[in-house]
């Protein structure tokens, strides 16, 4: 088993800023990519940004120019950057693992955080 452990949400006023971290641990040999997702009330999971092995970064529409993804000087680990943050960020953002297929049959393997809260107030 894989667990994520999330830190940094907070209540702030827009325009300012924040960081997230997220540590894996456990069973981990492959990691395909690791990210950050956000839900609002009422609206679906989406992608926030990932960081993809080998250090390819994709990030949403929305956050492009804002949000920073980086991998931490602690092995296994995803930060998140939040800059210049508007209401509309507003979640809760869940740190996200993707794991390679450990055999030739096996699928890659989805793990998530709890989740932190997130709230910028206007």
């Known amino acids: 088993q894989v667990q994520l452990v999330e830190s940094g949400g907070g209540l702030v006023q827009s325009g300012r800023s924040l960081r997230l971290s997220c540590a894996a641990s456990g069973r981990i040999s492959s990691i395909k990519s690791m990210g950050w997702y956000r839900q609002a009330p009422g609206q679906q999971r989406e992608l926030v940004a990932t960081?993809?092995?080998?250090?390819?970064?994709v990030y949403a529409d929305s956050v492009k120019g804002r949000f920073t993804i980086s991998g931490g000087n602690a092995k296994n680990t995803v930060l998140l950057q939040m800059d210049s943050l508007k209401p509309e960020d507003t979640a809760v953002y869940y740190c996200n693992l993707v794991h390679n297929p450990v055999c030739i049959e096996c699928r890659e393997i989805d793990y998530w955080g709890q989740g932190t809260q997130v709230t910028v107030s206007s």
């Open positions: 960081l993809r092995s080998g250090g390819f970064p």
